[in-house]
């Protein structure tokens, strides 16, 4: 017997958790795939180590050709939202006007997309940082705007009743609170609570479209399934919904497949003072830049840290040096510059179905990097900081592109209904339709857009595509 559903989702993450939920509250049969585990708040690791290797591809050690970025990409039912912070702007004029332009996509307008971003935000609780949340890294990072003269805000995080107890760092390895607004905590849920069923740790291996339905192919805990819907949308991120569609051997008929792969190239420093800074305690992120200079110079500034596996990974050499680097990790502060680039990549496959992401930064990338990196070391050197060091190590997170929108089939993908280019049953609604970077934290965007597409496809299926919001959780600083 064939196990045929309404709509089958490949991934969990922003993208598939709210699709999840808007398409199975019309009563449609919905199957969502996810390649990773499933966890709950009580089984996620506090251990740094196994965190990442346990809900990350690659552990955490994807790279360019290079060999001179890292990217950061969640596999575990939630996806990236399970290890990412949470945050949750809006993007702004800027952003939509690019895309516009490059896209033509006439809904790529804020105020078109506004009714999305607020059905969304419905189903989230929403929390605006306030001072009493600062730590010690963030007291330094506003201090260190005003001798500037540079302007700061307080960031806007996806959070219910966290209460916090001075260990929000271990959050990145999953949040055991149930207090991050991950797609595990909120829409998948809700979904679940609708009918839809998930299937964890299936990787599915290609996808055959037909005239009537879509085949989806893939392996299940090493044995060998077969699902079968009536329309099937993509939802795996850039790098794993372009892989997805590279394996089903699509790139002959989608010429612009892998093409226009972006994120915002993020760069650490790190300074040392002679008073206990102890930055991984408390929120460990609670502000962002908010000075207009910086949007148009092509970079942004966010007071982060990490654990000590990841900050020893962040300085080069070993031995006495390195040694003695870490034992300084209480007086260390950090602040993060990330890059709006320019530069597009691309996603291919080698011979053993292998992703290769070539992934340049260009000379305009890097002389905005190092605009924001020198900003930064200014910043430590009037805070009284006696050293201060920029990782070299380039980390590409907010991973966009490989499956573009557009109208024209030769530079696009999917078209303004999401549709694959002449493949009526086969949809995207993840990041990878990005048309550039936003220079904006995408996670909101991301599930907004998977609310317009829920509509374009209930729509393509003769479905009703609205309901009635709920009120916002938002707590307002």
């Not at 995080?157 to 991050?180: E, F, H, P, T």
């Not at 654990?307 to 680097?325: E, M, N, S």
């Not at 993908?413 to 949809?427: I, S, T």
Request: charged share 20%; glycine share 10%; aromatic share 10%.
């Amino acid at each position: 017997m064939k196990k045929f559903y309404d709509y089958i989702i490949v991934g969990s993450g922003a993208s598939g958790g709210a699709l999840s939920y808007y398409l199975s509250r019309t009563g449609a049969k919905v199957l969502m795939l996810e390649a990773g585990k499933r966890y709950s708040s009580e089984s996620f690791s506090s251990n740094e180590m196994h965190a990442n290797a346990n809900l990350m591809w690659g552990g955490g050690t994807e790279m360019n050709t290079n060999a001179d970025q890292i990217f950061l990409r969640g596999k575990v039912v939630g996806g990236g939202t399970v290890i990412n912070q949470c945050l949750l702007d809006r993007f702004d004029d800027v952003a939509y006007e690019d895309w516009r332009t490059q896209s033509n996509i006439k809904f790529h307008k804020l105020d078109m997309m506004n009714r999305h971003y607020d059905e969304v935000e419905s189903h989230l609780s929403l929390y605006n940082m306030q001072k009493e949340d600062w730590n010690g890294n963030a007291e330094l990072y506003a201090k260190g705007f005003d001798n500037l003269g540079f302007e700061w805000s307080p960031l806007r995080r996806g959070q219910a009743n966290c209460n916090n107890d001075n260990d929000c760092i271990v959050c990145l390895g999953g949040c055991a609170r149930k207090s991050k607004q991950s797609t595990l905590e909120t829409f998948i849920p809700m979904a679940e609570s609708n009918g839809m069923t998930l299937v964890s740790e299936f990787e599915v291996a290609e996808v055959i479209h037909g005239e009537s339905f879509v085949t989806v192919q893939g392996n299940c805990k090493g044995q060998p399934t077969t699902y079968y819907g009536a329309k099937c949308i993509l939802a795996s991120g850039a790098i794993g919904t372009t892989k997805l569609l590279l394996k089903s051997q699509l790139q002959n008929k989608l010429p612009a497949l892998g093409e226009n792969f972006h994120c915002h190239p993020q760069w650490m420093s790190i300074a040392f003072f002679d008073d206990i800074i102890d930055s991984h305690k408390g929120y460990f992120q609670t502000l962002k830049s908010s000075d207009p200079r910086f949007r148009d110079w092509g970079f942004k500034l966010e007071n982060v840290f990490a654990g000590p596996i990841a900050i020893a990974l962040l300085k080069q050499g070993y031995g006495h040096d390195h040694q003695q680097f870490m034992q300084r990790y209480r007086n260390m502060a950090c602040i993060e510059v990330a890059v709006r680039d320019q530069a597009a990549g691309k996603i291919t496959l080698n011979n053993s179905g292998k992703v290769i992401i070539k992934k340049p930064l260009s000379d305009g990338d890097q002389q905005r990097a190092n605009h924001g990196n020198r900003i930064v070391k200014d910043m430590f050197n009037s805070l009284g900081a006696y050293e201060t060091m920029t990782s070299p190590m380039r980390i590409g997170l907010h991973l966009m592109g490989g499956c573009t929108i557009g109208e024209n089939e030769l530079t696009s993908v999917v078209n303004e209904n999401f549709q694959v280019h002449g493949m009526k049953n086969l949809f995207i609604a993840d990041s990878s339709t990005f048309p550039n970077a936003p220079g904006i934290n995408p996670m909101l965007t991301i599930l907004a857009m998977a609310h317009r597409a829920s509509e374009s496809i209930l729509a393509e299926s003769g479905q009703r595509t609205t309901q009635p919001n709920i009120a916002t959780k938002e707590v307002v600083a």
